[in-house]
T-cell receptor, first 112, second 114 residues
Framework: QKEVEQDPGPLSVPEGAIVSLNCTYS??????FMWYRQYSRKGPELLMY????GNKEDGRFTAQVDKSSKYISLFIRDSQPSDSATYLC????????????FGQGTTLQVKP | NAGVTQTPKFRVLKTGQSMTLLCAQD?????MYWYRQDPGMGLRLIHY???????AKGEVPDGYNVSRLKKQNFLLGLESAAPSQTSVYFC?????????????FGPGTRLTVT
């Protein structure tokens, strides 16, 4: 079993839709949960991260962690064509210097 | 402030050839990483370094070697390239203050081995 599982999509939505991206993980010891965004032929960039459980909001983006079910989500409100990219979830522990574990990535297309 | 840069951007190798990928960062970060990205596989960690002169194996280290002689540079070597090493390679760096989660990535090197 992979440590992080993510549906690769692709996911296609109309502009303005609410998007839900999800990952599951297997090891309850992980403490940091991240979402990276990767545009085509570019390197990933950190969107937001959450420590332990709970929600975190940044503009149109909300990250949610449910440690009891080992489930992490990223919600995008009022999606825009500029949000079209691949979204990668990643997890790590505070003791894991250098060991970010990435999901496979979900490709999102927002159509005008 | 260039962030993380990678050299070269593209390369085509024949099986058995060797090459070195260079990563440089100007953010004074302690930690540096090499990943490979393949379709449907996400990013997989090859090797990483927690400081000048140190290296450690990641998830998929076989067939690769690394060196961190200077804090700002992290080199990835392929001694005898194989078609299975066709991939996009990303270098990243992070500060020891923020931990591993906030990694800054370079633009990638697209390598094809024929």
């Amino acid at each position: 079993q992979k440590e992080v599982e993510q549906d690769p999509g692709p996911l296609s939505v109309p502009e303005g839709a609410i998007v839900s991206l999800n990952c599951t993980y297997s090891n309850s010891a992980f403490q940091y949960f991240m979402w990276y965004r990767q545009y085509s032929r570019k390197g990933p960039e950190l969107l937001m991260y959450t420590y332990s459980s709970g929600n975190k909001e940044d503009g149109r983006f909300t990250a949610q962690v449910d440690k009891s079910s080992k489930y992490i989500s990223l919600f995008i409100r009022d999606s825009q064509p500029s949000d079209s990219a691949t979204y990668l979830c990643a997890i790590t522990r505070s003791s894991n210097t250098g060991k970010l574990i990435f999901g496979q990535g979900t490709t999102l297309q927002v159509k005008p | 402030n260039a962030g993380v840069t990678q050299t070269p951007k593209f390369r085509v190798l024949k099986t058995g050839q060797s090459m070195t990928l260079l990563c440089a960062q100007d953010m004074n970060h302690e930690y540096m990483y090499w990943y490979r990205q393949d379709p449907g596989m996400g990013l997989r960690l090859i090797h990483y370094s927690v400081g000048e002169g140190t290296t450690a194996k990641g998830e998929v280290p076989d067939g690769y070697n690394v060196s961190r002689l200077k804090k700002q540079n992290f080199l990835l070597g392929l001694e005898s390239a194989a078609p299975s090493q066709t991939s996009v390679y990303f270098c990243a760096s992070s500060s020891s203050f923020s931990g591993a989660y906030e990694q800054y990535f370079g633009p990638g090197t697209r390598l094809t081995v024929t």
